[in-house]
């Protein structure tokens, strides 16, 4: 078991390893060549490390992420219908005759409304 007084020399010992390496970082950025950052090797308990310290050696992703979340979210909703108590329902799938989507919410383990429920035109839509 480790004293309070080695765990605070590992610390600081730790501290100057990401000192040293962030100097480095510094120098490559300023010659524009950015290699991966190194990571120090730190045989210190985590619970020492402050939380910038853990940032500095997480590796950060090489591709960026881009994702349109309202119109995923849209395209989630469109077949539903928004219920009062935040829940959603499945909207009846069949066309009327007028070539809109009908606006009924659909039968219970069904795809499709009480009315159109026998109708000869989901026959096309089903498959």
Not at 39 to 57: F, H, M, Y
Request: charged share 30%; net charge positive; aromatic share 6%.
């Amino acid at each position: 078991m480790k004293t309070r007084a080695q765990l605070k020399q590992e610390q600081l010992r730790a501290q100057r390893e990401l000192e040293e390496t962030r100097e480095i970082a510094q120098i490559l950025l300023s010659l524009k060549q950015v290699p991966e950052p190194p990571v120090p090797q730190i045989n210190v308990p985590i619970s020492v490390w402050t939380d910038t310290e853990i940032e500095v050696l997480i590796p950060k992703p090489k591709y960026e992420v881009d994702i349109d979340f309202d119109g995923a979210s849209r395209e989630w909703r469109r077949n539903k219908i928004k219920k009062g108590d935040g829940t959603y329902q499945y909207r009846c799938i069949a066309i009327t005759t007028i070539g809109k989507q009908c606006v009924l919410a659909s039968m219970k383990g069904k795809r499709c409304c009480y009315i159109h429920r026998y109708s000869e035109r989901l026959e096309t839509i089903k498959s």
